[in-house]
């Protein structure tokens, strides 16, 4: 798969985001928490919200996708294993082991796959468990899980991981007696997480802080759930008005889930407005340096890492970069620099020296972002480029190429995959 795309047009008009990956994966895992029937709505169609309805289906869980809506029966047949082929393709399947330890007593896991960004181990999630009473072993590839009961407990994360803090929390919900998750991650995800589980009848709170309490309850019931908007996506389209010196509306975006976004942004020069439900950006000059370091929420977040590179590689100056959430993530900036940018990658900082103009090229995507940050960059640089490994930008992003076109960009799409989320 790959896209074409002839730069130099300012990016001008409306682009609306859809619901949030990074909320829709874990939430779809927390449905089989319940025998009932669940319906979660604005649900983006995505690669990776196919590949976890087809792990549920693999569980024994009943799944239908009709537009944006996902049907969840999970009844009283779960399987407690998980395949691997699914598994290995994307991190976040990982997630059931939690759901699927209370419900059944125990549960085997692939260890996980996903972008190839650095070491994400799941030694977290294993001792949250662990500390709740689950005998854990690893073994052929996967994770196993058993516990009689699993039991309330203080949990403290040795960082703020966001995946753990999902697993645990989902788990705790049906243990007897309380659990606390001390350092959890406090992403807008996980406190929609916290609503949807809350809704089916859980007590969580402390969602969106350091310290979340769950008291255990009895049973869970079914629900109807709407998930927040992707604030990554809103970020990558503010970027992409910026970057080609546009002027962008993103709507149905939460103004305060990408705050750190906003404040690079206003630091490099770009002008805002900001709604409700929405934000504009207007770019009339090349972007000030500045120094943007990747941090936990509500620090700057890694995955708007690799979009705002290719806005500073066009700066008026040298900008620093420092990644502190995952390493090997600058794979990108090999590539932009074959468009002439001008970075030099020191460890987990990358120096970029911003150059007037980028040329269009052959490209590479080889992890989502990457290929989100290699299609902005695309955007602004002089001729044509030609970005392949495309169908990792499938995994994140709704109909990307349609919505550049939507805002004026000359975009073409090549080997386009089946569609997602087919009715089953």
Do not use: W
Request: a neutral charge; aromatic letters at 4%.
């Amino acid at each position: 798969m790959s896209l074409i795309i002839r730069g130099g047009k300012a990016l001008k008009g409306m682009v609306k985001c859809d619901g949030a990956k990074n909320a829709a994966l874990p939430i779809m895992a927390g449905a089989i928490l319940s025998e009932d029937i669940s319906i979660i709505d604005n649900v983006p169609r995505l690669r990776d919200v196919s590949t976890m309805a087809e792990v549920l289906r693999a569980l024994g869980v009943s799944v239908k996708v009709t537009g944006n809506s996902v049907l969840i029966n999970p009844g009283n047949r779960l399987h407690d294993e998980a395949p691997y082929d699914l598994v290995r393709m994307m991190r976040a399947s990982f997630l059931v082991m939690g759901p699927l330890l209370v419900r059944l007593g125990h549960a085997s896991v692939p260890l996980p796959g996903g972008c190839a960004i650095g070491q994400r181990p799941v030694d977290l999630h294993l001792k949250g468990f662990q500390a709740m009473g689950a005998e854990i072993t690893v073994e052929g590839g996967f994770a196993k899980a058993r516990a009689k009961k699993l039991k309330g407990a203080e949990i403290y994360l040795d960082i703020p991981s966001v995946g753990a803090t999902e697993n645990i929390m989902m788990a705790a919900t049906l243990a007897d007696g309380v659990t606390v998750i001390e350092n959890a991650a406090q992403e807008p995800e996980i406190v929609d997480l916290a609503n949807f589980l809350n809704s089916m009848g859980s007590e969580v709170t402390g969602a969106g802080t350091s310290r979340i309490k769950i008291e255990g309850v009895k049973t869970l019931k079914g629900t109807r759930y709407s998930i927040i908007p992707d604030r990554i996506e809103a970020a990558t389209f503010l970027i992409a008005g910026a970057i080609t010196r546009g002027r962008v509306t993103v709507e149905n975006v939460i103004p305060t889930h990408i705050r750190s976004i906003l404040a690079k942004l206003k630091e490099c020069g770009a002008y805002l407005l900001e709604g409700p439900r929405s934000v504009q950006i207007e770019m009339r000059s090349r972007p000030s340096p500045v120094h943007v370091k990747t941090l936990p929420y509500p620090g700057f977040p890694t995955d708007a890492q690799a979009p705002i590179m290719a806005l500073l590689s066009l700066g008026h100056g040298t900008s620093l970069i420092s990644e502190t959430v995952f390493e090997n993530r600058f794979n990108h900036a090999e590539e932009l620099i074959r468009m002439g940018a001008k970075i030099k990658i020191e460890d987990s900082n990358a120096i970029v020296e911003g150059v007037p103009k980028l040329t269009g090229a052959a490209l590479q995507a080889t992890d989502l972002r990457a290929g989100a940050c290699l299609a902005l960059a695309a955007l602004a640089a002089e001729g044509e480029s030609e970005i392949t490994g495309t169908e990792h930008i499938h995994r994140g992003y709704s109909d990307f190429a349609g919505k550049l076109r939507l805002l004026g960009a000359d975009v073409e799409e090549t080997g386009l995959p089946k569609p997602v989320c087919a009715v089953r």
